[in-house]
């Protein structure tokens, strides 16, 4: 199956700046939607192509985010990247800094408190529910997941410099698959 | 518990230099790191307050590091910290993602790459699993507590369900029941 025609800058600044406002979740929430959209609907990528450019973001430094700015770069080169990147990040930016000022004037608020001491687990299972995702998307067999259940472990209870555990998965890569 | 005394909020120069920081060493997602500079490294915030702060990014639509440093940013410094937390974030993170890209394309076929990046990923995802455990440690005591995150996360990682469907019933629950406790310490 062929892609279709890429969209144009301007429709790429939309559909991110649209999907900045819903995202509820975060980035690791939104890539089923993002492969909903990007894949199925409108067919600017084939699954695979999607694929690999989630797992070229998963594994460079920064933001889960970024997936979104090669999605960009892909579709409109390093004007398209950047204006993804913009349009993912600054709409729901405005809206945080916003509410982020009157939730400081709310501090003693019961109301607050109630919010804060409520959503904390809801916050916990979902860190805990995206790192189970992830996993589940990259790991191919068994391996994987011993992988990760090492790297959980060494981080929680040894607490190592997770850069190490990093570089020793990396290692083991190398090595393991090749 | 910790008690470690925390540092005073940072001005722009500082924000921009931790969260750069975080965004270079963020393989595989920022949010170990986040947590580890906050609160490990420059005593900024404790493990309650980090918690706090990610429930309200989370709970705003966006990226949620992004807004947890917009928020923490202007917290320290107005919009100027904001803009120098986020930027720190991105900036240095954006260059790299795509010149990695831009090497895939010749590097691709190489096998032990593909290794690399299937092993990196899945250590990266036990980090994030790592944290939410830390963090768990520090919830209050309370029997609901753990349920509720223990409930979110199956709904989310076995179910499947939609992230908004959890949130819409998972959110009024856990504030009701926050809100009945807070009722409860004020009588006594």
């Given amino acids: 199956m062929s892609n279709a025609a890429a969209p144009s800058l301007g429709e790429l600044l939309l559909g991110c700046a649209t999907l900045s406002l819903v995202a509820v979740g975060g980035a690791n929430a939104i890539v089923p939607e993002l492969h909903r959209q990007v894949v199925d609907i409108h067919r600017w990528l084939s699954g695979p192509e999607f694929a690999t450019l989630f797992a070229i973001a998963a594994t460079a430094p920064g933001p889960n985010v970024l997936v979104v700015t090669l999605i960009g770069w892909k579709l409109g080169g390093i004007p398209g990247a950047l204006l993804a990147t913009a349009g993912i990040c600054g709409p729901s930016s405005v809206l945080a800094f916003t509410v982020g000022k009157a939730w400081e004037r709310l501090r003693a608020s019961p109301g607050r408190q109630a919010l804060e001491r409520g959503l904390a687990p809801v916050t916990i299972g979902l860190v805990l529910g995206s790192g189970w995702l992830l996993n589940a998307a990259a790991a191919t067999d068994w391996r994987g997941w011993l992988v990760a259940g090492v790297a959980a472990a060494a981080y929680w209870r040894a607490r190592f410099n997770p850069l190490w555990v990093l570089a020793g998965a990396a290692l083991l890569g190398a090595f393991l698959l090749s | ?188």
């Fill in chain 2, 1 to 188: 518990m910790d008690t470690v005394t925390l540092n005073p909020h940072p001005r722009c120069a500082a924000l921009f230099a931790a969260f750069f920081s975080v965004g270079m060493r963020g393989f595989g997602g920022v949010l170990p790191w986040a947590r580890r500079m906050l609160v490990d490294e420059r005593h900024w915030l404790d493990d309650r307050g980090f918690t706090e702060l990610l429930s309200l990014g989370q709970l705003l639509p966006g990226p949620n590091i992004v807004n947890l440093s917009v928020v923490f940013g202007a917290r320290c410094a107005g919009w100027r910290g904001a803009l120098a937390a986020a930027s720190g974030l991105l900036l240095a993170p954006l260059f790299i993602v795509l010149l990695l890209a831009e090497g895939w394309r010749h590097f691709a076929a190489v096998p032990w790459l593909q290794g690399v990046l299937t092993t990196v990923a899945a250590a990266a995802a036990g980090l994030i699993l790592a944290t939410g455990a830390k963090l768990a440690q520090k919830l209050e005591p309370a029997w609901w507590s753990r349920l509720l995150a223990a409930a979110t996360f199956v709904a989310i990682a076995w179910l499947r369900l939609p992230l908004l469907a959890v949130l819409a019933v998972a959110a009024p629950c856990g504030i009701a029941l926050a809100w009945r406790d807070l009722q409860t310490e004020k009588r006594r």
